[in-house]
């Protein structure tokens, strides 16, 4: 359903600080500078708006445009992905340059080599030669966002940037090719990670709905290593989505809420839960409905009560 201020409205009653607004743009550009078309920009901001009317922060990023026809991060296609991605922080960061803090940019979702097997995993220590292209494009692609943004004047000479690695993995970005950008700004770059974590629990359709004592030690991994790689040195980070999918599992999902959220709040790292409106599915790891849009109420909430 179309986002309206009633569904922001409930999810700052629930108690939630934060939205992430994930946008697709290259479908809504057009000319060969990628042009935003004038109507999805004002409708970006409105919905942006219900939330900072609402005294919350915002991230606001390229979502969906990981396309060759808009943004691919291997160097076949870097020449157009550099255009791409100037093209739309130039004017995403100009039409917000006059908003304060609570608006944070994200500069991509999730840049990987997708349809290919090295989309999701690689070896951290030892990517293949299609990975370490696809990383070194990447450092170039954040690297022109924060440049774009940066020039745009405004609040958005300190604004803060978040920056993913590879795949938005933790891997992706303690992996050894990576860069985070250099800026004019001082400490405003956070690095951005995704973390269904757990995997086989969070995640995989075809793992466990059990949470147990053995798999807490992917939750202990996953913020030993962002103390250690970021956090210690100064570095901060934000896990820019993380869910556990409904298995019809609700005491395990709660547990692994407390622990999750715990240790993340240990680590000083915010995290923003994914929900994408569904809660029940043939897929089980795709079950990350919280928010039921239609009533306002929540499908779980005693899980986003622990959350």
């Known amino acids: 359903p179309k986002t309206t201020k009633a569904m922001i409205d409930a999810v700052k009653k629930q108690g939630f600080n934060t939205v992430r607004v994930p946008v697709s743009w290259g479908n809504h550009t057009s000319g060969n500078n990628y042009t935003i078309d004038s109507q999805w920009m004002s409708r970006v901001k409105e919905v942006v708006d219900y939330c900072i009317d609402n005294d919350m922060y915002v991230i606001l990023n390229i979502h969906h445009d990981t396309s060759t026809k808009y943004y691919y991060p291997s160097s076949t296609y870097k020449t157009q992905s550099v255009k791409f991605v100037k093209s739309i922080w130039t004017q995403v960061a100009k039409a917000f340059k006059d908003y304060d803090q609570h608006l944070i940019f994200e500069t991509l979702n999730e840049p990987r080599l997708s349809g290919t097997d090295d989309e999701w995993w690689f070896p951290v220590n030892n990517p293949n030669s299609n990975v370490l292209d696809s990383i070194k494009v990447i450092n170039t ?48 770059l956070i690095v951005s990670v995704h973390a ?49 999918s409904n298995k019809g599992n609700s005491a395990e999902r709660i547990k692994w809420a407390k622990y999750y959220f715990s240790k993340a709040t240990a680590c000083g790292v915010p995290c923003v839960l994914w929900d994408k409106n569904a809660y029940n599915g043939s897929n089980k790891g795709e079950c990350h409905g919280h928010l039921n849009r239609s009533t306002l109420q929540w499908y779980d909430q005693s899980f986003v009560d622990a959350v």
């Open 196 to 244: 269904y974590t757990p995997y086989n629990f969070a995640l995989n359709g075809n793992g466990t709905a059990v949470f147990s004592d053995k798999l807490k030690r992917d939750v202990d991994y996953l913020f030993n290593t962002i103390k250690s790689k970021f956090t210690d040195k100064g570095i901060p980070v934000v896990i820019g989505e993380t869910s556990a």
């Open 141 to 188: 692609l954040n690297q022109t966002a924060v440049d774009a943004i940066r020039a745009s004047g405004g609040n958005n000479s300190d604004r803060c940037i978040m920056v993913p690695g590879y795949c938005a993995s933790i891997d992706g970005c303690t992996t050894s090719a990576f860069r985070m950008p250099t800026d004019t700004a001082s400490n405003r």
